[in-house]
């Protein structure tokens, strides 16, 4: 299949670069599955005009959105990608393979797990991986925070200010100490054992820790650092940041002329507005860059 735009990733950042790409008349094949998206199970409450409302609701309708201006869908992943003859092919699942002049990789990231039982099961019902994003719903509630990294301790900083009591597990402390103080200050209270399992009927109802210990709580906020999904820029000749993040420029170049990224992708702040933003920059400078505009 050829296009001049393919969009890698159908998540909130892919859909609207999609949108935004085939709006101007470039031809556009989006690639990837929905229900990898961060959106999925989750409920969106912090976007400008939309009120609370599901994250997959939020995706089915701007794939709508992106199929009306003649955006192509294909539910397959990517698995490998080269530079051939001034074209960018993408090779997918089934064997076939997509043939671009322009590329946006929009693939968010892949949250490192736990792997404990009930994280699966419960995820968007009381497990999140991102304090910062979901702090608003812990108001007034219990929270527990997972990680042994500076990144947790952040987060359990934050939750102080949110929630009833905060928890903060960490079995392997590498932290800063500066902010491990700030934590402990702030009121987090540590526990220095390993999770187990995460329990609860329907919800998160608490946490169970290697040394016996159980946690009642409403959220558990698992904070191990995140890996980057895009590790198929490289393919491309766009350089992750040491974080496994992809630098961009204003346009959302990803610095390799046809290559743009947009979305979780491209580092922090992991929110919805920040990635259809980033979405309708890259969608319209890979339009532009097809059709010799840039």
Known sequence: MDCDVAVIGAGPAGVQA????????ASTVVLGKASASALEGTRIANYFGTGEMPGEEMLAAGRAQAEATGAVFEEQNVISAAVSDGLFVLGLEDG???????VVIATGISRTKLNVPGEKELFGKGVSYCAVCDCN??????????????????????MTGYASETHWVCWDPKANDALVGRA??????MHSSRPVSISGDGKVESIA????TVIPTDGVFIELGAKSAADIAMDLGAMPEIDDTIK??????????GVFACGDVTGRPWQVAKAV???????TAAADYTKGLK
């Open 277 to 283: 933003g980033q979405g309708c920059v890259a969608g």
């Open 209 to 212: 820790l290697e040394d016996g």
């Open 137 to 158: 719903f812990y108001r007034g509630r219990r929270a527990v925070v997972v990680g042994n990294d500076s990144e947790a301790a952040v987060s359990a900083e934050l």
């Open 248 to 257: 961009v420029d204003a346009d959302c170049s990803a610095g390799v002329p």
């Open 184 to 189: 402990l200050d702030a009121g987090a209270v």
């Open 18 to 25: 999609a949108i935004h790409a085939s709006r101007k008349k």
């Open 96 to 102: 076939g393979e997509v043939r671009a002049k322009a």
